[in-house]
T-cell receptor, first 112, second 107 residues
């Protein structure tokens, strides 16, 4: 089944403890992206990647890092999480820069 | 800032067609118009997209104005499962989601 898989689905962590949220797609998509969703603010793009080793900042990149060493994987790294990064995170992928995105099921992160 | 404008909410009766409008007056010639929807407690789901011509798929139809400054997503026969937030987006590398339209379906 064609899908975008995020792990974990739920995570509670403490301030400052580095964490990685993984994202993998099995559709050979070139474009991948990370979003966060917060009440009243909607979906905001964190980072996106046009291909392996090519990434760029979205609207809210501060406090996040990404890497794209393989086409299928696009992990989101929080080096030193803070409570304001408590949010619902979505990974997405698409075949081209004009095609439709397929979204993962989301990762609910709580930083205490 | 979102480059599209949508009504905050709409209501429709079950089994009737629904027309969801979207204005995008600053659209560029290469922007594709995308529609997504987000059901409660789920991630966004791709619905349809187009450039200039009207488009149909199994989920919906997309009607694009001749000047491309507006579009309409058409659900031909709404069901309770279509209750969701619908987002109209102009696609380039940085997809910007606006607030969308919350669609309520009345039984």
């Amino acid at each position: 089944e064609a899908q975008v898989t995020q792990n974990p689905r739920y995570l509670i962590t403490v301030t400052g403890k580095k964490l990685t949220v993984t994202c993998s797609q099995n559709m050979n998509h070139e474009y991948m992206s990370w979003y966060r969703q917060d009440p009243g603010l909607g979906l905001r793009q964190i980072y996106y990647s046009m291909n392996v080793e090519v990434t760029d900042k979205g609207d809210v990149p501060e406090g996040y890092k990404v890497s794209r060493k393989e086409k299928r994987n696009f992990p989101l790294i929080l080096e030193s999480p803070s409570p304001n990064q408590t949010s619902l995170y979505f990974c997405a992928s698409s075949f081209s820069d004009r095609g439709g995105y397929t979204f993962g099921s989301g990762t609910r992160l709580t930083v205490v | 800032d979102a480059k599209t404008t949508q009504p905050n909410s709409m209501e429709s009766n079950e089994e009737e067609p629904v027309h969801l409008p979207c204005n995008h007056s600053t659209i560029s010639g290469t922007d594709y118009i995308h529609w997504y929807r987000q059901l409660p407690s789920q991630g966004p789901e791709y619905v349809i997209h187009g450039l200039t011509s009207n488009v149909n798929n199994r989920m919906a139809s997309l009607a694009i104005a001749e000047d491309r400054k507006s579009s309409t997503l058409i659900l031909h026969r709404a069901t309770l499962r279509d209750a969701a937030v619908y987002y109209c987006i102009l696609r380039d590398d940085k997809i910007i989601f606006g607030k969308g339209t919350r669609l309520h379906i009345l039984p």
